[in-house]
């Protein structure tokens, strides 16, 4: 399928043929890169929505990483692919941003990265050789302003025109040609989703890198010119380029403490504020000269190269908000769709899980028959193979759930439920914008919190952050399929629609949302008390989730799971598998292998420590095992799993798999009493005490970051941390002694 028409020519005429764009200014090629050998360095900019990250998978596929910038909580993914001519080009997909105006953490990083500065060398980030700035044809007015400023950086620009194919549907028709010579930059016509352009951009990028840089510079009254300069001296001085100070002197009059910002610039504040002055005595509003500047020239650049014919009747994303922002049945469908996902969780993993199940049976089997009887038999089987299966046979679940929670970002639907929940996020006193960072916490609390620096006002983000770990993460789904696996029947239920144990798994779910909801309502009448702002939201048209796009972002979650599978499950379960074994236990030859093994577990350093902390988690209904596996999942929740099948492992080598692991839960009795050490109400109060904990060093530190950093962030963290453990421990009380006042176990 060739791309749609762009040009103003009738429809149908075919793509455009772009020619080298032109650059205003430049005299003289680029001098040549230091290292010629060295990878070409792209940034990759735009403003969310736009399909930057669809186009980045599209450009690195598989090859990419991610981490977080140096010295912040900013999420970096950087990936590379090489030219005809074999060399390699590293990409560095920025945040999202609207403009280069430092409003957030995000554009900060943005801004540091585009023009090489990184405070110190720990953070500093090479200037990229060329930006690609990825632009919504259909929202050109709005994606023009982050163009424009780019364009001073005096770093080459290529332009990808992206979603060309929905601004042709929209009626919508760009000039390319037009475009090119407004802009002085190469303009490529893209449609990231389905690959199309992407070859014509890796040849722009490798074109524009020989290529001088354009010298751009928006008319600014003859007032502003004065009023700026000494502000763009003292900045050239401090190594700006000229067009660079000169977007730098106009973004610093919007910044409340430019000294913040640039603390090596000797004297910025006196002079940003001399600038302000000066600007108000010739009748100039500093806080709107850019924006005057630019969006007049925007203007002027629509008026040349788009074209808009009306369209006939209502779109197809309007047709489909009429009944998903219905104020009855979008309610309704959300939770639907819910239902939908987990359970699908349960029923669509199962043949995956049951493979996985197997492998690892058949490892610990092998490896058991290979290995003669003693201590480094019982280390590998019953401690890594036993601790580490018994956590990675849910990697199937935990891959759906990323799956499905892709399907609905990809697809423009997690826009609409932020949307929805805005009246019902309003009456608890937080912004509309609150729900997207609570809904990124179903997957991870470490990315929603990040993703809470959407939310302007700093007492509803902070409000944000300190209830998006009750959101239950990916990290509790093991918790949670093994508990409901072993302890909730797969009855039929809503005329066989769903099953009890998808019904318990969105009950799970749905507590700790609407808890996230009353403790926010808490903190906005507490500590954090203050107005309720409107909420102003895009939202984006719907698309079909694009399956590359999909696969890149399971297949990298996925790797984080097995890396954290790997690493921390796999240290911890060696040193409980030691703690397990040692000191070694002279049991009666006459006994059960069985009743020996409990023995040894039970005089063992981790039956000591378990038996001493037993009588805290004793009014739970828990024993020392629960307990001893509570402790060890403060690292990390998932780590409870791995250290039951630790446990369990010691007596059966078999007992790495789910299966095994949950019927052993199911039957297991205490020594004691010889009663079923477990029941379902156990079960449920155990899955409650997760629903609210805060079992994670991750989250811990990111909210100690987002906090504010320093004895500010260690103080909500703090409370962070406590409030959801009397949370928890109180909950989980409740539930068993109430359940036992009531009968029920």
């Keep these: ?23 205003a200014g430049a005299t003289a090629p680029r001098a040549p890169r230091a290292d010629a050998s060295a990878p070409l360095r792209v940034a990759l900019v735009g403003n969310p929505n736009t399909g930057k990250s ?6 690195t596929g598989l090859r990419q990483k991610v981490g977080n910038f140096a010295g912040v909580t900013v999420e970096r993914h950087e990936g590379s692919f090489r030219l005809a ?18 409003g957030s953490p995000d554009e900060a990083v943005a801004l540091e990265v585009l023009l090489g500065r990184g405070g110190d060398a720990r953070r500093s980030v090479a200037r990229p050789d060329v930006i690609v700035v990825v632009a919504d044809a259909q929202h050109l007015e709005r994606n023009l302003f982050l163009a424009s400023q780019l364009l001073e950086l005096g770093v080459p620009v290529v332009v990808a025109l992206n979603q060309i194919d929905m601004a042709a549907r929209a ?52 007032a502003a010119d004065r009023a700026l ?11 700006f380029a000229p067009s660079a100070a000169r977007l730098e002197a106009l973004r610093l009059l919007g910044v409340a403490h430019p000294e913040s910002h640039l603390a090596d610039v000797a004297g910025l504040a006196a002079l940003v504020e001399r600038a302000r002055a000066s600007l108000r005595e010739g009748g100039l509003a500093p806080d709107r000269l850019e924006a005057d500047v630019r969006y007049a020239w925007i203007g002027g650049v629509l008026g040349r190269c788009v074209t808009r014919r009306a369209p006939a009747g209502r779109s197809a994303s309007d047709r489909i908000d009429a009944v998903v922002l219905h104020r009855v049945w979008g309610p309704v469908i959300f939770v639907a769709l819910m239902a939908l996902v987990f359970q699908g969780i349960f029923t669509w993993a199962t043949p995956l899980m049951d493979a996985i199940e197997g492998a690892v049976a058949s490892l610990g089997a092998g490896v058991a028959a290979a290995l003669p009887d003693g201590d480094l038999e019982s280390l590998v089987v019953d401690g890594v193979i036993a601790g580490v299966g018994s956590v990675l046979v849910f990697l199937p679940q935990i891959a759906l759930l990323f799956l499905f929670i892709g399907v609905l970002e990809d697809s423009g639907y997690m826009a609409r ?4 929940m805005d009246g019902l996020m309003r009456r608890v006193g937080l912004h509309g914008k609150s729900f997207i960072p609570m809904l990124s916490g179903y997957a991870c609390a470490v990315p929603g919190i990040m993703a809470a620096r959407t939310v302007e006002n700093d007492k509803d983000r902070l409000a944000t952050i300190m209830v998006v770990p009750l959101m239950s993460c990916s990290a509790r789904l093991p918790i949670y399929a093994l508990l409901i696996g072993a302890f909730v029947p797969p009855a039929a239920v809503l005329g066989g629609a769903l099953t009890l144990q998808g019904v318990t798994m969105l009950g799970m779910y749905f507590l700790g949302t609407v808890t996230a909801l009353a403790v926010a309502a808490l903190f906005k009448r507490t500590l954090l008390r203050g107005p309720v702002r409107p909420m102003i939201l895009e939202l984006p048209a719907y698309r079909w989730p694009s399956a590359r796009n999909l696969a890149i972002s399971v297949t990298g979650r996925a790797k984080l799971f097995l890396r954290r599978a790997g690493t921390v499950i796999l240290a911890l379960s060696v040193v409980l598998w030691a703690l397990a074994t040692f000191p070694k236990h002279a049991a009666d030859p006459t006994l059960p292998e069985a009743v020996r093994q409990e023995q040894q577990l039970e005089r ?9 902390m037993e009588p805290a988690v004793r009014p739970l209904g828990y024993d020392w095992k629960i307990g001893v596996s509570i402790a060890a999942s403060f690292a990390a929740r998932e780590v409870f799993v791995s250290t039951m099948g630790t446990i369990y492992g010691v007596a059966d080598a078999e007992g790495a798999g789910s299966r095994a692991l949950t019927e052993r839960l199911r039957t297991e009795r205490d020594a004691r009493t010889g009663a079923l050490a477990y029941s379902p109400l156990v079960a449920v109060g155990l899955m409650v005490f997760y629903v609210y904990a805060l079992m994670c060093m991750s989250t811990v530190a990111v909210t100690v970051r987002e906090a504010g950093g320093g004895r500010v962030g260690w103080t909500w963290a703090g409370i962070q941390f406590a409030y959801m453990l009397a949370l928890a421990y109180g909950a989980a009380f409740v539930v068993y002694q109430g359940g036992r006042l009531l009968g029920l176990g």
């Design 54 to 59: 669809t186009l980045f998978n599209a450009l």
């Design 1 to 23: 399928m060739s791309l749609p028409p762009v040009t103003a020519g009738p429809p149908g005429s075919g793509p455009v043929a772009l020619s080298p764009a032109p650059h």
């Design 417 to 420: 439920a932020a949307f929805l």
């Design 229 to 239: 300069a000494p502000v763009q001296e003292a900045l050239v001085h401090a190594g």
């Design 171 to 222: 009626g919508i028709t760009v000039d390319v040609p037009e475009l090119v010579d407004a802009l002085g930059a190469t303009v490529v016509p893209t449609v990231a989703k389905r690959g199309q352009g992407v070859d014509a951009l890796r040849r722009a990028i490798a074109r524009a890198a020989t290529l001088p840089p354009a010298e751009r510079r928006f008319t600014l009254p003859a």
């Design 604 to 612: 063992s350093f981790l039956g000591r420590i378990g038996h001493a």
């Design 85 to 102: 001519d074999g060399r390699r080009v590293s990409v560095l997909d920025l945040p999202g941003s609207y403009s280069l105006s430092a």
